[in-house]
């Protein structure tokens, strides 16, 4: 299979009055098209900023100096005019974010914002077909009543209505590549588990690949193939996800582990104390890069 992303080398530093931080070391990670593929890691160790990039929103700040190579099913991301990099987000790759009600617009309609976003991929689509399109990608997530839905307003939507609008809003445009950042963290775990599931068979119905970021290797489990593990801006294992479950090689994956929440446990899981050997040699499985 072809690669959707292929990211080789990637670094990225923030400039500030104390000079440059560095934040990414030298990153490298591919996606085949349609597969899923989790970047896991506490927070802070650069999965946003990874999703970021991809998306070609920090090469185009003023104190991000961003280098190495980024293809997008086969054209250089790096490269490319800011405004076709725009002209990318949203058709051809899409974005879900753990927050629906933060990228919900509240003063728009549900259907007009599904209108908005179609009107990316195709300017004079009529409101009518917006509508019919809208409807059959509601019912794809199993909203009920889709025509009530459109009518809607977000506020009068509950948190697990408004991320199934979103995942459906952002598969609309049958895009080539999903970058899902951390979704369903602001619902409660049930609804969070029946949104993942939906997700993961919506995403493979439609061969959509998929850079799904967690720092929760549990959930990760349930819906990857493919697992990066990333630690202070620099990948230290990498495999199939049953290859990295069943034989962890790197400490720092194994203290991710010991941090999973367990569902029939209490409290919030602990987060794993920064060792010496978290810096041991990247561990990769197979003969995946
Ligand atoms: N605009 C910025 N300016 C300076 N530093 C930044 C900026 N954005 C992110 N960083 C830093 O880059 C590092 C990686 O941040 P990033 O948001 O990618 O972490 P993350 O793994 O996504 O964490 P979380 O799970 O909390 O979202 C952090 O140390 C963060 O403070």
Not at 115 to 138: D, F, K, Q, Y
Not at 259 to 285: Q, W, Y
Request: charged share 20%; with cysteine.
């Amino acid at each position: 299979m072809s690669d959707i992303l292929d990211i080789r080398d990637l670094t990225l530093a923030f400039k500030g009055h104390r000079g440059l931080t560095e934040v990414l070391h030298g990153i490298s990670l591919r996606i085949a098209a349609g597969e899923r593929v989790a970047l896991v890691g506490e927070s802070g160790s650069g999965k946003s900023v990874t999703a970021r990039i991809i998306l070609g929103l920090l090469q185009e700040t003023g104190s991000a100096r961003v280098a190495g190579q980024v293809a997008f099913d086969g054209r250089d991301i790096m490269a490319m005019h800011p405004r076709d990099r725009a002209a990318l987000r949203g058709t051809e790759m899409s974005m879900i974010f753990q927050d629906p009600t933060s990228s919900l617009n509240p003063t728009f309609t549900i259907g007009r914002q599904f209108a908005e976003v179609m009107h990316r991929r195709a300017p004079r689509l009529s409101r009518t077909a917006c509508n019919a399109r809208a409807t059959e990608m509601l019912e794809e997530v199993s909203i009920p009543d889709p025509a009530r839905v459109l009518d809607a307003y977000p506020f009068q939507l509950s948190g697990g209505m408004n991320q199934r609008v979103m995942i459906a809003m952002a598969l609309v445009n049958h895009p080539k590549l999903l970058l899902a950042d951390e979704p369903g963290t602001a619902l409660d775990v049930s609804v969070q588990a029946q949104t993942l599931r939906l997700m993961h068979d919506l995403v493979e119905d439609h061969g959509t690949a998929v850079l799904f970021i967690s720092h929760n290797l549990g959930v990760v489990r349930e819906f990857a193939d493919r697992v990066y593990v990333i630690y202070r801006g620099r990948i230290v294992e990498e495999g199939a996800t049953d290859a990295v479950f069943h034989a962890p090689g790197h400490a720092y994956t194994r203290a991710l582990m010991d941090a999973v929440p367990r569902i029939t446990g209490v409290g919030l899981p602990e987060v794993p104390e920064v060792s010496d050997a978290f810096l041991a040699p990247m561990v990769r499985h197979g003969s995946a890069s």
